[in-house]
């Protein structure tokens, strides 16, 4: 049996239990298995059959039995189980995949034997370290530290490969987690293995003591992780996980934990801000570093002194003119919302990160999990002499995650030596500072509870979006919205009010809108959402994902508890232009334009719709009343003169495009009207000038401009211009560009 056909019977006898067609889910079953050739994968199939017909004999029979709910669920969770062992069984000896690699290597390796082997190791270590400084041994400190990092990956590669995980396993790893026998890093690493093999298998034994490890655990690092991976498993098999009475009892036992609501609410906001991360990238990748880079030669003249010396940025209060200069030029914005992203927990440096992925130090799968230690080899080997200033300094760097913290430093060791006994002198001094403002803040621990999950959510993102072999587990940062509202085992604490609120408000600021009406909707019938706004949120969401009619239904329930609200009639009225109901937009705008007699887009939009609706002559004594107002800065020049053309006003109009091109830039529009009024005064020869500037502004693309000139051929028409000049001008204006 090929790979391919392993798989195809494997997916197929998961969506047969998915869908309760047990019948069919033990043939294909039954396929693998006489594959396999194994007797006990065999025993344990007539087991689960035979206990599949007796329930099937008794219900036949009438026997009515309380428990059936139970032992149906209990069949299906087995044949789920048997039908992955048997698909492992199978493809082990055949796959190249990482995951199979990795059992074939380690066979029947005793987890509780490497656990001994591992802590023996760190004992050598440790008394190797301790010999006093004249009998130090530098060569064989590294040599006992690549020993136990080695054995760390092996541990981290024997769980994540283990399926399903045994009692004796599964007490071991408990004892690990949980206890102080192991350093944290090893403990947060056995977190992040169980994950790794919940994404390739469903395990109810790694997910209950990922639960525990949460409650168990003394370590925040070891807490947080547990629990966030624990929501991502749950998440990724969300049917399996919901029905599984372990974790509900487990889930309900966490109710009395005083931070796991708060923690809960941490894990699903970043999970939610972390869709948003490829936006962010491409923003900081393609917009903000480039325009920064673009303006570096100016940047460095600007902030020259009298001597020709560059003044250092921390300087600038020295002269009012440098920050005058960096405002105008835009860097100063761009470096607030730089800053305002990071406040916000936002991943603004996956972008410059991500090309830092391809050190061997992230070849060994279990490193992008790795919490950043200062004493791993691969930093002294890296920083060198420089090591324990730069480390303390990157170890406390605010927001960079783990994974980055580790690329920091590996490029940090390939400057040459001048460059990074520099870069150490400038980051001891910050740290120094750093270390100071520490200090002088008071501890909290929620703060750095949710510093925590948003270092290792982004870590996971890393993985899961750069490891070469990615695609080898379920992509879970592609999840649809990571959205754990609907993660059944979690939603008493996930569909809290105050939750849902944050999560709607962030989907919507990231123009998800499917998602914050989600959030919103739920919100509309609890009683902790009693705020009549949420009818505007729900209607403001559903207006922007294009839905106006859905949108109007909750501007109107607004409407109802607070009649003539500015901002609401506003918004209905948009609602009602979409929709194309005119007389409705407009009389929504007339009466908040009576509200705000001085608003001049009000009187613009109004302005717009007459015209859209075939009002020429209101709609131009409505931009008349615009152009007077105060702050107009020249709005209404454009459909007043476009007004005066269809009105047959061909002087006004040309003295309005005329005011534009003198007082304002034209846009290639502006002369494409300009010269459509010239043709039709019969001032062909001045028209056809018009209309080539039209097309340099349009690059020469003679496609955009014969477009652009056939949009306007019906109001040509109605103005006595003929169907055959119509056909022969652009020719004409692209003829004569060209022969130039």
């Given at each position: 049996m090929t790979i391919q056909e392993i798989d195809n019977i494997h997916s197929l006898a998961t969506r047969c239990i998915d869908n309760a067609e047990v019948n069919d889910a033990f043939g294909h079953i039954t396929t693998l298995v006489e594959e396999t050739g194994r007797t006990s994968l065999n025993d344990e199939l007539e087991r689960l059959r035979m206990s599949y017909t007796f329930m099937l004999k008794y219900l036949e029979q009438g026997v009515m039995d309380p428990q059936r709910d139970q032992i149906m669920s209990d069949i299906c969770q087995s044949l789920y189980t048997l039908n992955d062992r048997t698909y492992i069984s199978l493809k082990e000896p055949l796959s190249p995949e990482v995951f199979y690699a990795r059992r074939r290597e380690l066979g029947n390796t005793s987890l509780v034997g490497l656990v001994e082997e591992y802590r023996e190791a760190l004992k050598e270590l440790h008394l190797v370290e301790s010999a006093s400084s004249e009998k130090s041994d530098n060569h064989a400190i590294m040599s006992r530290?690549?020993?136990?990092?080695?054995?760390?990956?092996?541990?981290?590669?024997?769980?994540?490969?283990?399926?399903?995980?045994?009692?004796?396993d599964a007490s071991s790893l408990k004892?690990?987690?949980?206890?102080?026998?192991?350093?944290?890093?090893?403990?947060?690493?056995?977190?992040?293995?169980?994950?790794?093999?919940?994404?390739?298998?469903?395990?109810?034994?790694?997910?209950?003591?990922?639960l525990?490890?949460?409650?168990?655990?003394?370590?925040?690092?070891?807490?947080?992780?547990?629990?966030?991976?624990?929501?991502?498993?749950?998440?990724?098999?969300?049917?399996?996980?919901?029905?599984?009475?372990?974790?509900?009892?487990?889930?309900?036992?966490?109710?009395?934990?005083?931070?796991?609501?708060?923690?809960?609410?941490?894990?699903?906001?970043?999970?939610?801000?972390?869709?948003?991360?490829?936006?962010?990238?491409?923003?900081?990748?393609?917009?903000l570093i480039p325009n920064i880079m673009k303006m570096r030669p100016d940047i460095i003249d600007k902030l020259k002194d009298k001597d020709s010396q560059v003044i250092d940025l921390s300087d600038i209060e020295a002269n009012p003119d440098w920050q005058q200069w960096l405002d105008q030029s835009g860097i100063t914005r761009r470096i607030e919302e730089f800053n305002a992203m990071q406040l916000e927990g936002s991943d603004v440096f996956i972008a410059t990160f991500a090309h830092l992925k391809t050190f061997p130090f992230f070849k060994t799968l279990s490193n992008w999990f790795l919490p950043f230690h200062s004493v791993h080899s691969t930093i002294i080997e890296s920083l060198g002499a420089a090591r324990i200033g730069l480390a303390d300094v990157v170890q406390h760097a605010p927001y960079l995650c783990n994974s980055d913290k580790y690329s920091?430093?590996?490029?940090?060791?390939?400057?040459?030596?001048?460059?990074?006994?520099?870069?150490s002198a400038q980051l001891e001094e910050q740290n120094a500072a750093l270390n100071e403002a520490r200090q002088s803040e008071l501890p909290d621990s929620t703060k750095q509870r949710v510093a925590i999950v948003n270092a290792f959510v982004q870590d996971l993102y890393r993985f899961f979006k750069l490891f070469s072999r990615r695609r080898e587990f379920i992509a879970i940062m592609d999840h649809a919205g990571l959205d754990m509202t609907d993660c059944i085992p979690v939603t008493r604490v996930s569909r809290d009010a105050h939750v849902l609120e944050l999560l709607g408000t962030l989907y919507f600021k990231n123009a998800f809108y499917d998602d914050a009406i989600k959030c919103f909707t739920r919100l509309e019938g609890m009683e902790d959402a009693t705020d009549d706004?949420?009818?505007?949120?729900?209607?403001?969401?559903?207006?922007?994902?294009?839905?106006a009619r859905k949108a109007l239904d909750y501007f109107k329930r607004y409407e109802l508890l607070h009649e003539d609200e500015e901002w609401n009639m506003r918004h209905m009225a948009a609602c009602y232009r979409q929709l194309g109901e005119h007389d409705k937009a407009l009389d929504y705008?007339?009466?908040?334009?009576?509200?705000?007699?001085?608003?001049?887009?009000?009187?613009?939009?109004i302005g717009h719709i007459l015209l859209e609706d075939g009002h020429t002559s209101e709609a131009l004594q409505q931009y008349f009343k615009a152009d007077l107002m105060e702050g107009a800065k020249h709005r209404a020049w454009r459909p007043i003169a476009w007004c005066s053309f269809l009105l047959n006003d061909y002087d006004r109009a040309i003295d309005y495009y005329d005011r534009i091109a003198r007082d304002d830039t034209p846009s290639p529009q502006d002369l494409l009207n300009r010269g459509h009024t010239l043709l039709c005064q019969g001032k062909t020869q001045e028209a056809i000038q018009t209309y080539r500037q039209s097309l340099k502004l349009m690059n020469g693309d003679t496609a955009k401009f014969r477009h652009a000139f056939k949009v306007d051929a019906v109001e040509l028409r109605l103005h006595g211009v003929s169907t055959v000049d119509q056909a022969l001008i652009p020719d004409v204006v692209c003829d004569l560009r060209h022969k130039q």
């Open positions: 530290l690549r020993q136990v990092e080695a054995l760390e990956t092996k541990l981290f590669n024997r769980v994540w490969s283990a399926f399903p995980l045994s009692t004796e004892l690990c987690i949980s206890g102080d026998i192991l350093p944290v890093h090893t403990r947060c690493l056995i977190v992040a293995a169980l994950l790794l093999g919940l994404m390739m298998f469903y395990d109810e034994g790694k997910l209950l003591i990922l525990e490890a949460y409650v168990q655990s003394d370590e925040p690092q070891v807490q947080l992780r547990a629990l966030t991976c624990a929501m991502l498993a749950m998440l990724a098999h969300g049917k399996r996980a919901a029905s599984s009475k372990g974790v509900n009892s487990r889930i309900a036992t966490l109710a009395d934990v005083p931070e796991f609501a708060q923690d809960v609410w941490s894990i699903q906001v970043q999970l939610a801000r972390s869709r948003n991360t490829e936006n962010i990238k491409q923003r900081v990748r393609d917009d920091f430093c590996l490029s940090l060791g390939a400057l040459p030596d001048s460059q990074r006994s520099m870069m706004h949420i009818y505007q949120k729900i209607g403001f969401a559903y207006q922007n994902a294009g839905k705008y007339r009466r908040v334009e009576a509200m705000r007699p001085d608003n001049v887009s009000l009187t613009l939009t």
